[in-house]
């Protein structure tokens, strides 16, 4: 069977693994930039096998990064204040 691709690209990215201790969860990330995505970036959380394309308009957004990770209220909170850091 013949594969149809939508895309096949190879880009450029740079990627940063984090790796920190929050008041109750250890977070380990790692954060894809690339040119794609509107210039957002791929989180990913090693540990739980979550990820989500995120940019400083989705963590502004209220109940997102709880969403995205499945995370508590005050652990969303420790991620989201060490995004917008490195944002």
């Given at each position: ?6 895309y096949?690209?190879l880009?450029?990215t ?6 920190f201790m929050?008041?109750?969860q ?7 930039k ?10 990913l959380d090693?540990?739980?096998n979550?990820?989500?394309?995120i940019g400083?308009d989705?963590?502004?957004?209220p109940?997102?990064?709880e ?5 508590e ?10 995004l917008?850091?490195?944002?």
């Amino acid at each position: 069977m013949e594969r149809f691709f939508l895309y096949d690209d190879l880009v450029e990215t740079k990627a940063r693994f984090v790796s920190f201790m929050g008041e109750n969860q250890r977070f380990d990330l790692a954060i894809l930039k690339t040119d794609r995505y509107y210039g957002k970036s791929l989180i990913l959380d090693i540990q739980s096998n979550r990820f989500a394309i995120i940019g400083e308009d989705d963590l502004k957004e209220p109940g997102y990064i709880e969403y995205a990770f499945k995370l508590e209220e005050d652990a969303a909170e420790e991620l989201r204040d060490f995004l917008f850091d490195i944002m």
